[in-house]
């Protein structure tokens, strides 16, 4: 199996290849931004592809959406330090077959890419079970309102991008970002950007 890992810490696909020595014939490929993790798709086609949601640039999010875009039968993984079930959430909308918590168990990551790679899906239990069981409290975080599109552009301009600057990153048209912009001030009941930057804070976005 030919697995890409696209994640900024080369210490992260180190750590990978440890926990899959044991899990017979597997290439690793890497790349460390979602830049680069879509060059390395289109020529080398993975069978199985694990993405970091907080990359430098574009999110996980949206390097997941441009390979299914291009892909749709591509088999992806997310992996990130939040274990907040609505990240988890938000990772299956945009497409994901799989979440993975780098604090979680180093066997959840072997288990996901045994089900995923075999064409199923997988989340560790324990966020499965925050899913299902979150309801009402789930749909109460202002998260939970947004679209992985959304919650996109947020990220970026909590990291200080301007709409422009969000427009090309996400392959979009200015008008569109500074609607998506409005619409989310809408959504989560702020008035200004820098309302909406102090929410994404507060909620782990940034």
């Known amino acids: 199996m030919r697995i890409l890992i696209v994640d900024d810490h080369p210490i992260v696909a180190s750590g990978c290849r440890a926990v899959l020595a044991d899990e017979g014939e597997i290439e690793i490929l890497e790349a460390a931004d979602a830049e680069d993790g879509e060059c390395v798709f289109i020529v080398e086609r993975p069978d199985l592809c694990i993405i970091d949601i907080n990359l430098p640039t574009v999110s996980g999010f949206e390097l997941a959406r441009r390979i299914l ?3 749709p039968e591509a088999r992806i993984i997310m992996f990130s330090m939040n274990d907040d079930p609505a990240f988890a959430a938000r990772a299956i909308e945009c497409g994901a077959k799989g979440y993975v918590s780098k604090t979680g168990d180093p066997d959840d990551l072997v288990e996901a890419i045994r089900a995923v790679g075999g064409g199923g899906t997988y989340l560790p239990s324990a966020i499965a079970r925050s ?3 979150a309801g009402p409290t789930l749909a109460q975080s202002p998260l939970s309102k947004l679209n992985a599109r959304e919650m996109e552009i ?10 422009s600057e969000i427009a090309w990153l996400v392959q979009s048209s200015y008008k569109t970002v500074a ?3 409005s ?5 989560l009941g702020v008035k200004t ?4 930057v102090r929410l994404a804070i507060d909620s782990g976005v940034a």
């Open 183 to 187: 619409i989310m001030r809408q959504k």
């Open 179 to 181: 609607n998506t912009s």
């Open 193 to 196: 950007s820098v309302e909406l």
């Open 69 to 71: 875009e291009r892909a």
């Open 154 to 163: 947020l990220r970026l301009l909590s990291a200080g991008k301007s709409l």
């Open 131 to 133: 899913i299902a069981f």
